[in-house]
């Protein structure tokens, strides 16, 4: 039960249905199909935080305006640590918060 067999088994069967799951790439398969899927999962969280924030168009490049937009109304704070934005609510970037 480990994840280097389940990889074998895929590489060893292009029909098997972990093919094209995040599942198959999480076990280490980079097969197209699996890139994809994993691509697109991206692609819906992404989406989702889209939703939450109302920011559509502000993905693709978060500019320094967005982020000053998004802390006057108190969606984004400066994180003490690195002094750059961060939209978590705790107001510190996780990789700080473990540098701290
Ligand atoms: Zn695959
Ligand atoms: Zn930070």
Redesign the pocket.
């Known amino acids: 039960m480990s994840k280097p067999k389940y990889l074998a088994e895929m590489l060893a069967d292009p029909a098997d249905r972990r093919h094209g799951t995040v599942t198959g790439y999480s076990y280490g398969c980079r097969c197209r199909r699996c890139r994809e899927a994993r691509a697109a999962a991206r692609r819906d969280a992404r989406d989702a935080e889209d939703e939450r924030y109302g920011q559509p168009a502000a993905r693709k490049r978060r500019t320094q305006r967005w982020y000053e937009s998004m802390a006057a109304s108190g969606k984004a704070s400066v ?1 003490p ?2 002094g ?1 934005y ?1 939209l978590r609510a705790c107001g ?2 996780a ?2 918060e473990k540098e701290k």
């Open positions: 994180c640590i690195c750059r961060t510190m970037h990789r700080c």
